[in-house]
């Protein structure tokens, strides 16, 4: 009796939140309001970019989709907003799948595989086309959640208070590291990875917690105003280029008509190809600009680089304890080597 009343409060709260967030009006349009947290602050050009997506989905639903949107995690922690978002407490996860590893390391390989793709193309289009939005479907909904699309903005720089030339330069080096496999790949190297919220990086670097950051790309990092204190950075990126999602409480999506979902879903198309396109642009701008201010940018070696990609790619299997894991890896190799990214 105590399990069944369990089962059905559960069933009744699953109900509600999916009934809060859409309703059918009486002219028989329906209404979809949705509450979405992101860690991206909003003068970011990753914050803008989402800004705009809710923008767009408002306009292209003539405003039968409603947004309130939430930005530097103002709600909850950036690592709390699936959470937040399968419980109700939020209706969509903006943030990446990379913040869920605790959950299980399988969303490390659809948040950040590290070491793998070159290029925000390559990534995406395992995520389309190569096999891996079905296989990271079923692990979304297990944890009832649905994945509505990826923003891939490329690889990512550090900024840092001390040189980061090449491998040496990682010896001891403290950073600030998202959780998951990147602790273990950056420890294997020397360095010393410290595990923090995306809204503290600032504030450790100015009081010198950390000696740097993997924070995000080269633009975003000027966004953040990370330059202002680190004088070093690293050009172009290499070690992480994470996979942004765009993610609902599953039974809030299920109760959304056909027609919001498809217009949710051509929205994060959209803005995954200008990301991808805008930060080309940004980046070599911020180069630029970071140059003229004295900060210090290098280019690592290819031999440097290709230590990094041998010690993350030793890693995959490590990392790869659960089934749901196992299958993405064997997904992501398989379409690398089909690219000739990664030896037969």
């Given at each position: 009796m105590k399990l069944l009343k369990t089962l059905t409060a559960a069933l009744m709260g699953t109900a509600i939140v999916a009934a809060a967030a859409t309703t059918a009006m009486a002219d028989a349009?329906?209404?979809?309001?949705?509450?979405?947290?992101?860690?991206?602050?909003?003068?970011?050009?990753?914050?803008?970019?989402?800004?705009?997506?809710?923008?767009?989905?408002?306009?292209?639903?003539?405003?039968?989709?409603?947004?309130?949107?939430?930005?530097?995690?103002?709600?909850?922690?950036?690592?709390?907003?699936?959470?937040?978002?399968?419980?109700?407490?939020l209706d969509c996860d903006a943030t990446g799948g990379g913040y869920q590893t605790g959950k299980n390391p399988a969303f490390q390989f659809v948040g950040d595989i590290m070491g793998g793709y070159a290029t925000p193309a390559q990534q995406l289009s395992w995520l389309y086309y190569g096999g891996g939005r079905e296989a990271a479907q079923k692990l979304y909904n297990k944890y009832d959640m649905q994945l509505i699309g990826w923003i891939v903005y490329g690889q990512e720089s550090f900024a840092s208070t001390k040189p980061i030339a090449g491998i040496?330069?990682?010896?001891?080096?403290?950073?600030?590291?998202?959780?998951?496999?990147?602790?273990?790949?950056?420890?294997?190297?020397?360095?010393?990875?410290?595990v923090m919220d995306f809204t503290e990086i600032f504030t450790a670097l100015e009081s010198g917690i950390i000696d740097g950051a993997d924070a995000s790309g080269l633009a975003n990092n000027v966004g953040l105003g990370l330059y202002d204190i680190a004088k070093?950075?690293?050009?172009?990126?290499?070690?992480?280029?994470?996979?942004?999602?765009?993610?609902?409480?599953?039974?809030?999506?299920?109760?959304?008509?056909?027609?919001?979902?498809?217009?949710?879903?051509?929205?994060?198309?959209?803005?995954?190809?200008?990301?991808?396109?805008?930060?080309?642009?940004?980046?070599?701008?911020?180069?630029?600009?970071?140059?003229?201010?004295?900060?210090?940018?290098?280019?690592?070696?290819?031999?440097?680089?290709?230590?990094?990609?041998?010690?993350?790619?030793?890693?995959?299997?490590?990392?790869?304890?659960?089934?749901?894991?196992?299958?993405?890896?064997?997904?992501?190799?398989?379409y690398l080597k089909q690219l000739g990214l990664v030896k037969e």
């Open positions: 349009h329906a209404k979809t309001k949705l509450r979405i947290q992101t860690h991206y602050a909003p003068e970011t050009t990753s914050g803008k970019l989402l800004t705009e997506m809710f923008e767009n989905i408002q306009l292209m639903s003539n405003g039968e989709i409603a947004i309130e949107a939430f930005y530097s995690a103002a709600v909850v922690k950036s690592v709390e907003t699936f959470d937040a978002a399968a419980t109700g407490i040496a330069d990682l010896k001891d080096w403290k950073f600030r590291s998202p959780p998951g496999m990147e602790t273990k790949i950056f420890e294997k190297l020397g360095a010393k990875p410290i070093y950075a690293n050009f172009p990126g290499f070690h992480s280029m994470p996979s942004d999602h765009l993610a609902c409480n599953k039974a809030v999506w299920d109760a959304m008509p056909a027609h919001h979902q498809a217009i949710m879903s051509t929205a994060v198309s959209d803005i995954a190809l200008k990301s991808a396109l805008i930060f080309e642009k940004e980046n070599a701008e911020a180069v630029a600009k970071l140059t003229a201010d004295g900060v210090t940018i290098s280019a690592w070696s290819a031999e440097d680089l290709q230590t990094f990609r041998d010690a993350a790619q030793a890693t995959w299997p490590e990392f790869a304890t659960t089934p749901e894991a196992k299958e993405l890896v064997a997904s992501h190799i398989a």
